[in-house]
């Protein structure tokens, strides 16, 4: 009775293989017909990828990947720089820009690198830090005054020219970065 029952998934079942004589060869020794990995679906979002099944070993990564991963001469890559511009100043840096065929960051190292030769950058950056002098007896509060509408500006650099505005903004005793480009701007850009 147990065999008539399952006649009809015969087909489907596995079938236990004949142990193996010493005529067969071993499938593990040979490498050639070892079967396939079986891939294990993986969803990751809306792309289904295939991953292999682990199996208990681990493999390191094959050396040209890792190699290919890292250019050979590593140079710092891009760094962003962000600061805020009054209205005026912006529309005058994108006007540069568009007039001259160039980006943003590069009107911007242009305006710091002419005030820098020009032996100003410094008194450039004291004059958009200066607070009028007490003259009373005790030193007072600068008032916050009336809020200003600034628009944000995000230039990419080479990382070797934000670490020389970096320089530049210690050289100088700037605040920051944008009191630094700002005071170049204005003198470039008036």
């Known amino acids: 009775m147990t065999t008539r029952r399952f006649e009809s998934i015969s087909g489907i079942l596995n079938r236990t293989p004949?142990?193996?004589?010493?005529?067969?060869?071993?499938?593990?020794?040979?490498p050639a017909q070892q079967p396939e990995p079986v891939l294990a679906p993986q969803e990751?979002?809306?792309?289904?990828?295939?991953?292999?099944?682990?199996?208990?070993?681990?493999?390191?990564?094959?050396a040209n990947k890792r190699d290919s991963a890292a250019p050979a001469t590593h140079d710092g890559g891009v760094r962003r720089v962000a600061?805020?511009?009054?209205?005026?100043?912006?529309?005058?840096?994108?006007?540069?820009?568009?007039?001259?065929?160039?980006s943003l960051g590069q009107v911007v190292l242009d305006a710091v690198e002419a005030a820098h030769h020009a032996n100003v950058l410094r008194d450039l950056v004291a004059a958009e830090a200066a607070s009028p002098e007490p003259d009373g007896?005790?030193?007072?509060?600068?008032?916050?005054?009336?809020a200003r509408a600034t628009v944000p500006v995000e230039i990419r650099l080479h990382a070797r020219a934000a670490?020389?505005?970096?320089?530049?903004?210690?050289?100088?005793?700037?605040?920051?970065?944008?009191?630094?480009?700002?005071?170049a701007l204005r003198h470039r850009l008036k």
């Open 18 to 30: 004949a142990p193996a004589t010493a005529a067969d060869p071993d499938p593990a020794a040979d």
């Open 163 to 183: 670490a020389v505005l970096d320089t530049l903004v210690d050289q100088t005793q700037a605040d920051s970065r944008t009191q630094l480009i700002v005071a």
């Open 44 to 62: 990751a979002g809306n792309v289904t990828k295939l991953h292999p099944k682990p199996n208990g070993r681990r493999s390191a990564p094959p």
């Open 137 to 146: 007896l005790f030193p007072r509060l600068q008032t916050r005054g009336t």
């Open 83 to 102: 600061f805020r511009l009054d209205p005026t100043l912006h529309a005058g840096l994108t006007t540069a820009a568009a007039s001259q065929k160039t």
